[in-house]
């Protein structure tokens, strides 16, 4: 069956693929990586974390690195095996069936609304210079026209060649690196205070315990987020094999030691007079901007309120393009109309894509107070991507003839483990956060059902295969249904503001076992229906 077969003027998948540009190298992908990585996390997230986990937050950067590396290795070795534009949202589709696939896409359509995390942060710095924009932790009606304003710009600069946006991508990260850098250098040679790894309670003071809290509460697991963007573009990118590996790990070193700097610089200058309460007691709006103030360095003050334009900004930008690659793809899913598939035939770019997270970014902005707010919600939903992506790659491996390009060494126990740590990393960011983001992306069984209603034809095209009953996707997919619920029942019972009747560490401990048991039954799965669609398709 070909894949533009499904339904009347629907725009053929293969031939809008066909029209995205290949034009990008090592530097531009590096670029997009590291880019959507450095966005408002810096500006914010040593803050959060030094409040979460005092000194020990150096700590959950270090690991955030480590397992952000573990967990792009798998999806490296999906993009190397099977470049293909929005690639995150269309392998767990070929791997796990349509139930999963419009899960997945449901979670990131969802977290579209990441992105104006992006830009609640200006927001809050600009708010320095326009007290107005906010009423308490919600944007005003000023606010919100500016921020809307600030959506249809970036929008409208991702309107043309992806060539053009890495250029300028690439032009911004370069400022992103060096403003972060001097202000590392800028403030320890202002206000340095011995002794802070060991003062005011110890490296540890709220426990180790809480350098798991702060890997998705504090922030931390948000702001290395985004690794996985060079990845999305895999349909644009030249020699995708041997370009994406490297651009994804290099893109994660840079971050993380950006970041560790910055966390030490924060540890170290906070002045003395702020601690009388501990670091749960350190305060302030703007981070650094406020702390180089206080060290009167208001040269450095003016360009970090400048910066928390231009950064978060930069990574909105990246994250406008992103999200428009994944539209794209769940047009191709048939999880929305295919009208949004549409590629520009001059200018390689999926317009209409653009246009439609336009709308969502805005709505976003809505019902949202701070940027932790929409971070911690949005993050959650992002990360069943990586969870998803796990069990791909076990499927694929397991394809007779071998479906993946053999990148990454130790595939076999690598994908366990990234399922196991992207399981982890949902349920530390806790109840709080999850028993709104859990349920909202159960609702998108609501979605599957309304594409598997009587004359619904998008799943005949969307690249998976033929149309199957609907039991049988429904037993393909129940592992991820069956998944999102222990974890929201687990969340419950656990000590991340759960209601601790699961006590530590066995409540961490708990949530691995069952991740692991799932990642296998899930693997199972997509083998069996990969293997009843093959006589199927060779037919």
């Given at each position: ?381 992002y990360l069943l991507i990586y969870a998803a992506s796990a069990v791909a790659v076990a499927v694929f491996r397991a394809e007779p003839g071998g479906g993946t390009a053999g990148w990454v060494p130790g595939l076999r126990w690598i994908a ?124």
């Amino acid at each position: 069956m070909s894949e533009g077969s499904g339904g009347s003027g629907a725009p053929d998948v293969r031939m809008q693929e066909r029209r995205l540009h290949r034009d990008l190298g090592f530097w531009g992908l590096t670029g997009i990586g590291f880019s959507n990585i450095v966005g408002s996390g810096w500006l914010f997230a040593a803050l959060y974390a030094a409040q979460t986990a005092g000194p020990a937050a150096l700590l959950s950067w270090v690991a955030a690195g480590l397992l952000c590396g573990l967990v792009a290795l798998v999806m490296i070795e999906l993009g190397a095996s099977r470049p293909e534009g929005g690639g995150t949202v269309r392998w767990p589709l070929y791997a796990s069936g349509r139930l999963v696939g419009t899960l997945v896409g449901w979670s990131v359509l969802l977290s579209v609304g990441g992105t104006a995390a992006e830009i609640s942060a200006i927001m809050q710095y600009t708010a320095h210079y326009l007290p107005g924009l906010y009423n308490g932790h919600t944007l005003t009606a000023s606010g919100l026209a500016l921020a809307a304003g600030l959506s249809v710009l970036l929008t409208a600069l991702n309107w043309f060649a992806v060539r053009m946006f890495a250029r300028l991508n690439n032009l911004v990260s370069v400022f992103k690196i060096a403003v972060p850098v001097l202000t590392v250098l800028a403030l320890i040679a202002s206000g340095w205070h011995s002794g802070r790894l060991t003062d005011h309670g110890g490296f540890a003071p709220y426990g180790y315990v809480a350098c798991l809290t702060a890997l998705a509460g504090g922030g931390i697991v948000y702001s290395v987020n985004g690794f996985q963007a060079p990845l999305d573009f895999s349909g644009e990118t030249r020699n995708p094999r041997r370009t994406i590996p490297w651009a994804v790990l290099t893109g994660i070193g840079l971050a993380v030691l950006m970041y560790l700097a910055l966390q030490l610089a924060f540890l170290f200058t906070v002045p003395e007079n702020l601690l009388g309460g501990g670091w749960k007691g350190v305060s302030f709006d703007s981070p650094f901007g406020q702390l180089a103030l206080i060290l009167n360095l208001h040269w450095l003050s003016s360009l970090l309120y400048a910066d928390a334009v231009l950064s978060p900004g930069g990574s909105a930008y990246v994250g406008v393009a992103i999200d428009a690659r994944h539209t794209y793809a769940l047009a191709k899913n048939g999880t929305i109309p295919r009208y949004f598939m549409k590629v520009d035939e001059r200018f390689g770019v999926p317009r209409r894509a653009l246009a439609i997270n336009l709308v969502v970014i805005v709505l976003f902005l809505l019902p949202f107070g701070g940027w932790q707010d929409i971070v911690s919600v949005m993050g959650d939903m992002y990360l069943l991507i990586y969870a998803a992506s796990a069990v791909a790659v076990a499927v694929f491996r397991a394809e007779p003839g071998g479906g993946t390009a053999g990148w990454v060494p130790g595939l076999r126990w690598i994908a366990p483990v990234s399922f196991v740590v992207a399981s982890e990393f949902v349920y530390w960011s806790g109840w709080h956060d999850l028993r709104l983001a859990l349920p909202l992306v159960l609702a998108g069984l609501l979605v599957f059902l309304l594409m598997w209603r009587p004359g619904a034809r998008a799943a005949e095209s969307d690249g998976a295969g033929p149309r199957r009953p609907l039991g049988a996707e429904l037993r393909t997919g129940a592992w991820l249904v069956v998944y999102l619920l222990a974890l929201t029942l687990l969340s419950w019972l656990g000590t991340f503001k759960g209601s601790g009747r699961l006590p530590a560490p066995y409540d961490s401990l708990t949530v691995a076992a069952v991740a692991l048991a799932v990642f296998f039954w899930a693997v199972r799965s997509g083998v069996g229906q990969l293997t009843a669609s093959r006589p199927a398709a060779a037919a």
